[in-house]
């Protein structure tokens, strides 16, 4: 059995991360974080699904004896794909989640220690 693969999942979190960037709002709502998920997970479903029948089949054209075949542990294609689905939902999911909770606690910081100070407030350089 091929390991489950994360390849999508950082895929599209790159995506989701580059329009965030883009759109020049650290938000996202929680439909767009789930949709992303839900994205990255049947993509990753549809990429273990290919890459579990293309390791059946090199398997089944191997000649081998009955011990090394007796070694595999057999894994059903269907744990497989839901387990790849699982994978990469969580992937995205904690990746964007834990990015957005920085983003507000940074704001947040930054706003403490930098108060806007009004124009006749602002320090002026004076030469010494």
């Given at each position: ?14 995506l989701v991360v580059g329009s965030i960037v ?32 293309l390791a059946s089949a090199q398997t089944a ?57 009004a124009s006749e407030e602002e320090p002026t350089?004076?030469?010494?």
């Amino acid at each position: 059995m091929p390991q489950i693969p994360i390849i999508v999942s950082l895929i599209v979190v790159g995506l989701v991360v580059g329009s965030i960037v883009k759109s020049k709002s650290p938000r996202i709502s929680k439909k767009k974080l789930a949709s992303a998920s839900l994205v990255a997970g049947l993509l990753n479903s549809i990429h273990a699904y290919l890459l579990y029948s293309l390791a059946s089949a090199q398997t089944a054209t191997r000649v081998t004896d009955a011990r090394s075949t007796a070694s595999l542990a057999p894994t059903s294609e269907w744990a497989f794909v839901a387990a790849s689905f699982l994978a990469a939902f969580l992937i995205v999911l904690l990746v964007l989640g834990i990015a957005l909770a920085y983003v507000r606690i940074r704001r947040g910081e930054e706003l403490e220690e930098f108060p806007e100070q009004a124009s006749e407030e602002e320090p002026t350089l004076t030469p010494s």
